[in-house]
T-cell receptor, first 111, second 116 residues
Framework: QKEVEQDPGPLSVPEGAIVSLNCTYS??????FMWYRQYSRKGPELLMY????GNKEDGRFTAQVDKSSKYISLFIRDSQPSDSATYLC???????????FGKGTRLSVIA | DAGVIQSPRHEVTEMGQEVTLRCKPI?????LFWYRQTMMRGLELLIY????????DSGMPEDRFSAKMPNASFSTLKIQPSEPRDSAVYFC??????????????FGSGTRLTVV
């Protein structure tokens, strides 16, 4: 079992929909949780970062971590065609060990 | 800053040939990572360096793979001899490490390797 599991999709939604992307993890030592967005033919770029449990909001994006259930979520409100990308979750337990990435979920927002 | 720079962007080579991928990290970043991405396996960590020193190469699939970081501004990933199953997108990423609780990685645009 991989330490971070993510449904690869693909996920297709109409423009304006609320999107929910999810990951689970198995390592209780993980404290840092991130979401990366990867456009086609590009490298992943950091989208959101959270520490421990709780929510973090940035514009239309909300990242949520529930450490009790080892569940990581990313919500996108009022989704736009420009949000079409692959979204990768990642987790880490200190600054000296590499992040562990999920496989990524491919999202398409249809105009 | 120009970000993490990788070259070449695309590489097509014949089985058995040597392939060298190059990476220039962001100046001041003291961590450098090499990843391989495929549809089946996602992003796989191959090796990472801290202050030019290899820390963990347990993700390197075989002895055919080697990586070096001769200085803080340059790293190479070499495959010799290459095989068709090495076809993938190879990413280099750099990071400041732990800074005030945030240590996101900055990825390059990747090298798309095709071995025929």
């Amino acid at each position: 079992q991989k330490e971070v599991e993510q449904d690869p999709g693909p996920l297709s939604v109409p423009e304006g929909a609320i999107v929910s992307l999810n990951c689970t993890y198995s390592n209780s030592a993980f404290q840092y949780f991130m979401w990366y967005r990867q456009y086609s033919r590009k490298g992943p770029e950091l989208l959101m970062y959270t520490y421990s449990s709780g929510n973090k909001e940035d514009g239309r994006f909300t990242a949520q971590v529930d450490k009790s259930s080892k569940y990581i979520s990313l919500f996108i409100r009022d989704s736009q065609p420009s949000d079409s990308a692959t979204y990768l979750c990642a987790a880490g337990n200190s600054g000296n060990t590499p992040l562990v990435f999920g496989k990524g979920t491919r999202l398409s927002v249809i105009a | 800053d120009a970000g993490v720079i990788q070259s070449p962007r695309h590489e097509v080579t014949e089985m058995g040939q040597e392939v060298t991928l190059r990476c220039k990290p962001i100046s001041g970043h003291d961590y450098l990572f090499w990843y391989r991405q495929t549809m089946m396996r996602g992003l796989e960590l191959l090796i990472y360096f801290n202050n030019n020193v290899p820390i963990d190469d347990s993700g390197m699939p075989e002895d055919r793979f080697s990586a070096k970081m001769p200085n803080a501004s340059f790293s190479t990933l070499k495959i010799q001899p290459s095989e068709p199953r090495d076809s993938a997108v190879y990413f280099c990423a750099s990071s400041l490490g732990f800074r005030d609780g945030v240590y996101g990685y900055t990825f390059g645009s990747g090298t798309r390797l095709t071995v025929v």
